[in-house]
Protein backbone atom coordinates (compact mmCIF):
# COMPACT_ATOMS: atom_id res chain seq x y z
CA UNK A 1 0.00 0.00 0.00
CA UNK A 2 3.24 2.67 -0.47
CA UNK A 3 2.19 3.45 -3.96
CA UNK A 4 1.32 7.47 -4.85
CA UNK A 5 -2.45 7.64 -4.50
CA UNK A 6 -3.08 11.54 -5.00
CA UNK A 7 -0.70 14.52 -5.07
CA UNK A 8 -2.49 17.82 -5.01
CA UNK A 9 -1.08 21.62 -5.32
CA UNK A 10 -1.93 24.71 -3.48
CA UNK A 11 -1.29 28.41 -3.44
CA UNK A 12 0.07 29.36 -0.21
CA UNK A 13 2.28 32.10 1.13
CA UNK A 14 5.67 33.00 1.52
CA UNK A 15 7.93 34.91 4.43
CA UNK A 16 7.62 38.28 1.67
CA UNK A 17 3.65 37.60 0.88
CA UNK A 18 4.48 36.32 -2.41
CA UNK A 19 2.26 33.22 -3.59
CA UNK A 20 4.42 29.43 -3.17
CA UNK A 21 3.64 26.39 -4.03
CA UNK A 22 2.16 23.17 -1.18
CA UNK A 23 2.13 20.11 -2.31
CA UNK A 24 0.33 17.34 -0.84
CA UNK A 25 0.93 13.78 -1.40
CA UNK A 26 -1.49 10.61 -0.34
CA UNK A 27 0.15 7.02 -0.08
CA UNK A 28 -2.17 4.00 -0.63
CA UNK A 29 -2.29 3.35 2.95
CA UNK A 30 -3.36 6.83 4.14
CA UNK A 31 0.11 8.41 4.77
CA UNK A 32 0.26 11.83 4.08
CA UNK A 33 3.29 14.16 3.11
CA UNK A 34 3.08 18.00 2.71
CA UNK A 35 5.91 20.93 1.51
CA UNK A 36 6.28 24.07 -0.07
CA UNK A 37 8.69 26.05 -2.24
CA UNK A 38 10.93 28.98 -1.20
CA UNK A 39 12.18 30.92 -3.24
CA UNK A 40 15.25 32.91 -3.98
CA UNK A 41 16.16 37.02 -4.28
CA UNK A 42 19.59 36.95 -5.20
CA UNK A 43 19.70 33.65 -7.70
CA UNK A 44 22.40 32.26 -10.52
CA UNK A 45 21.83 31.91 -14.13
CA UNK A 46 21.71 28.40 -14.09
CA UNK A 47 19.07 27.79 -11.31
CA UNK A 48 16.00 26.30 -11.80
CA UNK A 49 13.08 28.47 -12.55
CA UNK A 50 10.08 28.96 -10.27
CA UNK A 51 7.31 28.86 -12.50
CA UNK A 52 4.86 32.38 -12.22
CA UNK A 53 2.05 33.85 -13.94
CA UNK A 54 3.41 37.38 -14.99
CA UNK A 55 0.84 40.12 -15.20
CA UNK A 56 -0.67 42.30 -12.97
CA UNK A 57 -2.14 40.38 -10.39
CA UNK A 58 0.06 39.68 -7.28
CA UNK A 59 2.52 41.76 -9.77
CA UNK A 60 3.60 38.79 -11.70
CA UNK A 61 4.29 36.43 -8.37
CA UNK A 62 1.41 33.91 -9.01
CA UNK A 63 1.74 30.69 -8.98
CA UNK A 64 -1.72 29.10 -10.45
CA UNK A 65 -0.19 27.23 -13.45
CA UNK A 66 2.79 25.65 -11.82
CA UNK A 67 -0.40 24.51 -9.01
CA UNK A 68 -2.27 23.46 -12.67
CA UNK A 69 0.29 21.51 -13.70
CA UNK A 70 0.96 19.17 -10.49
CA UNK A 71 -2.74 19.08 -10.21
CA UNK A 72 -3.48 17.91 -13.68
CA UNK A 73 -0.26 16.52 -15.19
CA UNK A 74 2.58 15.50 -12.38
CA UNK A 75 -0.81 13.79 -10.03
CA UNK A 76 -2.07 11.34 -12.68
CA UNK A 77 1.62 10.44 -14.04
CA UNK A 78 3.22 9.38 -10.40
CA UNK A 79 -0.51 7.64 -9.40
CA UNK A 80 0.42 4.25 -8.56
CA UNK A 81 4.21 4.90 -8.29
CA UNK A 82 6.48 3.36 -5.53
CA UNK A 83 5.66 6.12 -2.78
CA UNK A 84 9.46 4.63 -0.84
CA UNK A 85 10.91 4.82 -4.52
CA UNK A 86 12.32 8.62 -4.27
CA UNK A 87 15.48 8.53 -7.08
CA UNK A 88 12.17 6.63 -9.93
CA UNK A 89 9.57 9.52 -9.01
CA UNK A 90 12.46 12.32 -8.64
CA UNK A 91 13.24 11.20 -12.55
CA UNK A 92 9.86 10.58 -13.60
CA UNK A 93 9.23 14.44 -12.41
CA UNK A 94 12.27 15.45 -14.38
CA UNK A 95 11.00 13.46 -17.44
CA UNK A 96 7.17 15.72 -16.99
CA UNK A 97 8.85 18.83 -17.25
CA UNK A 98 11.62 18.10 -19.80
CA UNK A 99 13.79 21.26 -19.37
CA UNK A 100 17.05 21.99 -18.33
CA UNK A 101 15.81 24.82 -15.89
CA UNK A 102 12.31 23.29 -15.20
CA UNK A 103 10.67 25.94 -17.15
CA UNK A 104 7.87 23.45 -17.72
CA UNK A 105 6.48 22.24 -14.92
CA UNK A 106 8.70 25.02 -12.48
CA UNK A 107 11.44 24.55 -10.43
CA UNK A 108 8.80 26.05 -7.67
CA UNK A 109 6.00 22.71 -8.30
CA UNK A 110 8.68 20.34 -8.68
CA UNK A 111 11.14 20.59 -5.47
CA UNK A 112 7.33 20.53 -3.68
CA UNK A 113 6.86 17.45 -4.84
CA UNK A 114 9.45 16.21 -4.50
CA UNK A 115 9.77 17.13 -0.78
CA UNK A 116 6.13 15.86 0.00
CA UNK A 117 6.83 12.73 -1.44
CA UNK A 118 9.68 12.25 0.97
CA UNK A 119 7.74 13.29 3.82
CA UNK A 120 4.94 10.51 2.87
CA UNK A 121 6.72 7.91 2.34
CA UNK A 122 8.62 8.63 5.97
CA UNK A 123 5.09 8.93 7.33
CA UNK A 124 4.27 5.67 6.04
CA UNK A 125 7.55 4.46 8.02
CA UNK A 126 6.05 6.04 11.09
CA UNK A 127 9.40 7.70 11.43
CA UNK A 128 10.83 11.17 10.78
CA UNK A 129 11.91 12.04 7.59
CA UNK A 130 15.36 13.33 8.93
CA UNK A 131 15.13 9.33 10.43
CA UNK A 132 14.32 7.86 7.45
CA UNK A 133 16.86 9.65 5.45
CA UNK A 134 19.73 8.88 7.86
CA UNK A 135 19.42 4.81 7.37
CA UNK A 136 22.65 3.59 9.27
CA UNK A 137 24.29 6.92 9.50
CA UNK A 138 25.14 8.62 13.07
CA UNK A 139 23.07 11.48 14.11
CA UNK A 140 25.17 14.60 13.76
CA UNK A 141 24.13 18.02 14.25
CA UNK A 142 25.34 20.90 11.73
CA UNK A 143 27.48 24.10 12.95
CA UNK A 144 25.16 27.02 12.16
CA UNK A 145 25.74 29.96 10.21
CA UNK A 146 23.36 33.32 10.90
CA UNK A 147 22.61 36.13 9.69
CA UNK A 148 23.23 39.32 11.92
CA UNK A 149 22.90 41.73 9.41
CA UNK A 150 21.18 41.97 5.89
CA UNK A 151 22.10 43.92 3.08
CA UNK A 152 21.86 43.11 -0.99
CA UNK A 153 18.81 41.88 -2.73
CA UNK A 154 17.38 41.30 0.87
CA UNK A 155 17.48 45.11 1.63
CA UNK A 156 16.97 46.54 -1.50
CA UNK A 157 20.85 47.27 -1.85
CA UNK A 158 21.15 49.63 1.08
CA UNK A 159 24.35 47.31 1.73
CA UNK A 160 26.40 46.49 -0.54
CA UNK A 161 27.06 43.20 0.90
CA UNK A 162 24.15 40.78 0.88
CA UNK A 163 25.02 38.53 3.98
CA UNK A 164 26.78 39.84 7.29
CA UNK A 165 27.02 36.46 9.81
CA UNK A 166 28.80 34.27 12.47
CA UNK A 167 29.47 31.21 12.86
CA UNK A 168 29.89 29.75 16.47
CA UNK A 169 31.76 26.75 15.96
CA UNK A 170 33.53 26.71 19.43
CA UNK A 171 30.32 25.40 20.85
CA UNK A 172 29.70 22.01 22.29
CA UNK A 173 26.31 21.33 20.90
CA UNK A 174 23.61 23.22 18.23
CA UNK A 175 21.95 24.31 21.64
CA UNK A 176 24.51 26.31 22.62
CA UNK A 177 25.39 27.20 19.37
CA UNK A 178 21.97 28.98 18.82
CA UNK A 179 22.31 30.80 22.78
CA UNK A 180 25.44 32.04 21.76
CA UNK A 181 24.01 33.65 18.56
CA UNK A 182 20.77 35.12 20.65
CA UNK A 183 23.35 36.88 22.68
CA UNK A 184 25.18 38.08 19.43
CA UNK A 185 22.29 39.46 18.10
CA UNK A 186 20.83 40.79 21.04
CA UNK A 187 24.72 42.71 20.82
CA UNK A 188 24.48 43.62 17.50
CA UNK A 189 20.87 45.38 17.69
CA UNK A 190 22.09 47.43 20.60
CA UNK A 191 25.53 48.35 19.44
CA UNK A 192 23.21 49.70 16.14
CA UNK A 193 20.90 51.82 18.74
CA UNK A 194 24.35 53.23 20.39
CA UNK A 195 25.57 54.31 16.55
CA UNK A 196 21.96 55.65 15.37
CA UNK A 197 22.58 53.49 12.84
CA UNK A 198 19.67 50.53 13.33
CA UNK A 199 16.54 50.58 10.87
CA UNK A 200 14.97 47.75 11.21
CA UNK A 201 15.32 44.19 9.68
CA UNK A 202 15.80 42.70 6.52
CA UNK A 203 13.95 40.11 4.34
CA UNK A 204 16.06 36.94 6.58
CA UNK A 205 15.74 38.78 10.14
CA UNK A 206 19.00 40.25 10.11
CA UNK A 207 19.29 43.56 11.38
CA UNK A 208 18.67 46.62 8.36
CA UNK A 209 22.14 49.00 8.82
CA UNK A 210 22.40 51.81 7.71
CA UNK A 211 26.78 52.29 7.69
CA UNK A 212 28.12 53.88 5.40
CA UNK A 213 30.54 51.00 3.66
CA UNK A 214 30.73 47.77 3.71
CA UNK A 215 33.47 47.42 6.24
CA UNK A 216 32.03 49.45 8.64
CA UNK A 217 29.29 46.55 9.04
CA UNK A 218 32.04 43.84 9.07
CA UNK A 219 33.91 45.90 11.53
CA UNK A 220 30.35 46.34 13.72
CA UNK A 221 29.81 42.61 13.18
CA UNK A 222 33.07 41.60 15.12
CA UNK A 223 32.65 44.50 17.69
CA UNK A 224 29.04 42.72 18.41
CA UNK A 225 30.94 39.41 19.08
CA UNK A 226 32.87 40.83 21.53
CA UNK A 227 30.52 42.76 23.09
CA UNK A 228 28.57 39.91 23.41
CA UNK A 229 31.60 38.05 25.44
CA UNK A 230 32.70 35.68 23.25
CA UNK A 231 36.32 35.30 21.05
CA UNK A 232 36.51 35.64 17.45
CA UNK A 233 39.17 33.93 17.66
CA UNK A 234 38.44 30.46 18.50
CA UNK A 235 34.52 30.81 19.29
CA UNK A 236 32.89 32.62 17.13
CA UNK A 237 34.07 33.60 13.39
CA UNK A 238 32.92 35.76 11.06
CA UNK A 239 31.47 34.59 7.24
CA UNK A 240 30.02 37.19 4.57
CA UNK A 241 28.05 36.35 1.34
CA UNK A 242 28.85 38.83 -1.34
CA UNK A 243 27.04 37.73 -3.75
CA UNK A 244 28.57 39.45 -6.32
CA UNK A 245 26.73 38.90 -9.35
CA UNK A 246 24.30 41.29 -7.80
CA UNK A 247 26.65 44.52 -7.74
CA UNK A 248 28.51 43.61 -10.85
CA UNK A 249 27.49 45.35 -13.48
CA UNK A 250 29.56 46.35 -17.47
CA UNK A 251 32.63 45.10 -16.36
CA UNK A 252 33.07 46.35 -12.87
CA UNK A 253 31.29 45.67 -9.50
CA UNK A 254 29.12 48.99 -8.47
CA UNK A 255 29.60 49.64 -4.65
CA UNK A 256 26.11 51.93 -3.82
CA UNK A 257 26.24 52.79 -0.63
CA UNK A 258 30.14 53.89 -1.16
CA UNK A 259 29.45 55.68 -4.54
CA UNK A 260 32.27 53.75 -6.68
CA UNK A 261 32.54 51.21 -9.15
CA UNK A 262 35.54 49.31 -8.97
CA UNK A 263 37.35 46.77 -11.78
CA UNK A 264 37.30 42.95 -11.33
CA UNK A 265 41.56 43.42 -10.05
CA UNK A 266 40.88 46.07 -7.68
CA UNK A 267 37.53 44.31 -6.26
CA UNK A 268 39.98 41.14 -5.91
CA UNK A 269 42.33 43.43 -3.73
CA UNK A 270 39.18 44.81 -1.52
CA UNK A 271 38.31 41.47 -0.82
CA UNK A 272 41.62 40.61 0.29
CA UNK A 273 41.92 43.61 2.53
CA UNK A 274 39.00 42.62 4.40
CA UNK A 275 40.14 38.75 4.56
CA UNK A 276 43.60 39.90 5.75
CA UNK A 277 42.14 42.22 8.14
CA UNK A 278 39.01 40.49 10.06
CA UNK A 279 38.72 36.49 11.20
CA UNK A 280 36.65 35.74 8.26
CA UNK A 281 35.94 32.07 8.29
CA UNK A 282 33.79 32.03 5.18
CA UNK A 283 33.25 34.04 1.92
CA UNK A 284 30.35 33.67 -0.40
CA UNK A 285 30.32 34.00 -4.15
CA UNK A 286 32.88 36.85 -3.80
CA UNK A 287 33.19 37.37 -7.77
CA UNK A 288 30.21 36.93 -10.39
CA UNK A 289 29.60 33.87 -11.27
CA UNK A 290 31.65 33.17 -14.59
CA UNK A 291 35.01 34.25 -13.14
CA UNK A 292 36.46 31.26 -12.10
CA UNK A 293 39.72 32.32 -12.53
CA UNK A 294 39.60 34.65 -9.58
CA UNK A 295 37.66 32.68 -7.74
CA UNK A 296 40.77 30.30 -7.84
CA UNK A 297 43.40 33.02 -7.33
CA UNK A 298 40.85 34.13 -3.71
CA UNK A 299 41.01 30.16 -2.94
CA UNK A 300 44.49 29.59 -3.40
CA UNK A 301 45.66 32.39 -1.42
CA UNK A 302 43.20 31.53 1.61
CA UNK A 303 45.02 29.94 4.75
CA UNK A 304 44.10 26.09 5.60
CA UNK A 305 40.18 26.05 7.12
CA UNK A 306 39.09 29.48 5.42
CA UNK A 307 35.65 28.46 3.42
CA UNK A 308 35.21 29.85 -0.20
CA UNK A 309 31.42 28.94 -1.03
CA UNK A 310 29.96 28.49 -4.20
CA UNK A 311 26.11 29.79 -4.44
CA UNK A 312 25.45 31.02 -7.75
CA UNK A 313 28.94 29.73 -8.61
CA UNK A 314 27.35 26.34 -8.38
CA UNK A 315 23.48 26.00 -8.02
CA UNK A 316 23.81 23.33 -6.36
CA UNK A 317 24.03 21.32 -9.79
CA UNK A 318 27.19 18.55 -10.67
CA UNK A 319 28.15 19.51 -14.12
CA UNK A 320 28.55 23.21 -12.17
CA UNK A 321 30.56 21.82 -9.30
CA UNK A 322 33.01 19.58 -11.79
CA UNK A 323 33.96 22.98 -13.72
CA UNK A 324 34.49 24.57 -10.46
CA UNK A 325 36.51 21.70 -8.90
CA UNK A 326 38.62 21.49 -12.23
CA UNK A 327 39.58 25.14 -12.00
CA UNK A 328 39.95 25.01 -8.36
CA UNK A 329 37.47 28.08 -7.36
CA UNK A 330 35.68 26.87 -4.10
CA UNK A 331 35.77 24.46 -1.61
CA UNK A 332 32.67 24.17 0.04
CA UNK A 333 29.11 23.53 -1.50
CA UNK A 334 25.77 25.70 -0.85
CA UNK A 335 23.21 23.58 -0.92
CA UNK A 336 19.83 24.73 -2.02
CA UNK A 337 17.25 21.81 -3.11
CA UNK A 338 14.89 24.55 -5.02
CA UNK A 339 18.09 25.18 -7.08
CA UNK A 340 18.17 22.01 -8.90
CA UNK A 341 14.48 20.61 -8.50
CA UNK A 342 14.31 17.83 -6.91
CA UNK A 343 15.85 16.04 -3.43
CA UNK A 344 17.48 13.47 -5.37
CA UNK A 345 19.76 16.19 -7.57
CA UNK A 346 20.45 17.82 -4.66
CA UNK A 347 21.53 14.74 -2.32
CA UNK A 348 23.70 14.16 -5.80
CA UNK A 349 25.24 17.52 -5.22
CA UNK A 350 26.11 16.69 -1.62
CA UNK A 351 27.62 13.41 -2.58
CA UNK A 352 29.65 14.78 -5.69
CA UNK A 353 30.75 18.36 -2.58
CA UNK A 354 31.96 15.19 -0.12
CA UNK A 355 33.68 12.66 -2.95
CA UNK A 356 36.00 16.58 -3.82
CA UNK A 357 36.98 16.96 -0.29
CA UNK A 358 34.36 19.78 0.09
CA UNK A 359 32.27 20.80 2.94
CA UNK A 360 28.43 21.86 2.33
CA UNK A 361 26.14 24.02 3.51
CA UNK A 362 22.08 23.28 3.72
CA UNK A 363 20.44 26.22 2.84
CA UNK A 364 17.28 28.08 3.37
CA UNK A 365 16.67 30.75 0.85
CA UNK A 366 15.53 34.38 1.53
CA UNK A 367 11.73 33.89 0.75
CA UNK A 368 11.01 30.99 2.86
CA UNK A 369 7.97 29.58 4.54
CA UNK A 370 7.09 27.25 8.12
CA UNK A 371 8.17 24.06 6.06
CA UNK A 372 11.17 22.71 8.27
CA UNK A 373 12.14 20.11 5.61
CA UNK A 374 15.93 21.32 4.76
CA UNK A 375 16.22 20.32 8.93
CA UNK A 376 15.57 17.03 8.07
CA UNK A 377 17.69 17.02 4.91
CA UNK A 378 20.84 18.65 6.46
CA UNK A 379 20.32 15.87 9.37
CA UNK A 380 19.13 12.85 6.99
CA UNK A 381 22.35 13.36 4.98
CA UNK A 382 24.72 14.25 7.09
CA UNK A 383 25.00 17.96 6.05
CA UNK A 384 28.43 19.18 8.01
CA UNK A 385 26.73 23.53 7.87
CA UNK A 386 23.44 24.97 8.01
CA UNK A 387 22.00 28.68 6.86
CA UNK A 388 18.55 29.66 7.10
CA UNK A 389 19.06 33.40 8.17
CA UNK A 390 19.13 35.30 10.94
CA UNK A 391 17.98 34.56 14.20
CA UNK A 392 14.20 36.56 14.32
CA UNK A 393 11.52 35.93 11.83
CA UNK A 394 9.32 32.61 12.52
CA UNK A 395 9.77 31.49 9.03
CA UNK A 396 13.59 31.31 10.43
CA UNK A 397 12.97 30.18 13.72
CA UNK A 398 10.70 27.42 12.82
CA UNK A 399 13.53 25.86 11.30
CA UNK A 400 16.58 26.73 14.10
CA UNK A 401 13.73 25.37 16.31
CA UNK A 402 12.97 22.15 14.85
CA UNK A 403 16.85 21.52 14.90
CA UNK A 404 17.04 21.65 18.64
CA UNK A 405 13.91 20.65 19.47
CA UNK A 406 15.55 17.31 17.60
CA UNK A 407 18.70 17.79 19.54
CA UNK A 408 17.24 17.48 22.72
CA UNK A 409 15.08 14.29 22.14
CA UNK A 410 18.11 12.33 20.32
CA UNK A 411 19.32 9.79 22.69
CA UNK A 412 22.68 9.53 21.27
CA UNK A 413 23.88 12.61 18.73
CA UNK A 414 27.34 14.53 17.93
CA UNK A 415 27.46 18.30 17.44
CA UNK A 416 30.09 18.93 14.72
CA UNK A 417 31.43 22.38 15.98
CA UNK A 418 35.20 22.66 15.96
CA UNK A 419 35.55 24.18 12.09
CA UNK A 420 36.04 20.42 10.83
CA UNK A 421 36.44 22.25 7.61
CA UNK A 422 40.28 22.89 8.33
CA UNK A 423 41.05 19.55 6.28
CA UNK A 424 39.12 20.69 3.26
CA UNK A 425 40.84 20.77 0.32
Not at 61 to 86: C, K
Not at 149 to 163: P, R, S, T, Y
Not at 261 to 270: C, E, N, V
Amino acid sequence: MSEVAEVKALSLWDSRGRPTVEVKVVLGDGSIGRAMAPAGASTGSAEALDLRDGGSRFRGYGVSRAVEGVNSIVGPALAGMNGYDQDALDSALIGLDGTLQRSYLGGNAMIATSMALAHAASASRRVPLWHYLLEDRSLVFPTPEVQIFGGGAHAEGHMDLQDFMVVPYGANSFTEAMEWVAEVYRAAGDYMTQLGRRQGVADEGGYWPAFDSNEQAIEALATAVENAGFSICDQIGLSLDIAANQIYREGRYHLKRESRGLSPDDWFKTIKGWLDSYPIIMIEDPFMEADLERHAALLASLPDGVQLVGDDLLVTQVPKMKQAFAAKACNTLLCKPNQVGTLTEARQAFIAATSMGWSSVMSARSGETEDTTIVDLALGWGVPQFKVGSFARSERMAKWNQMIRIESEASVSRYIGGRPWGRIQ
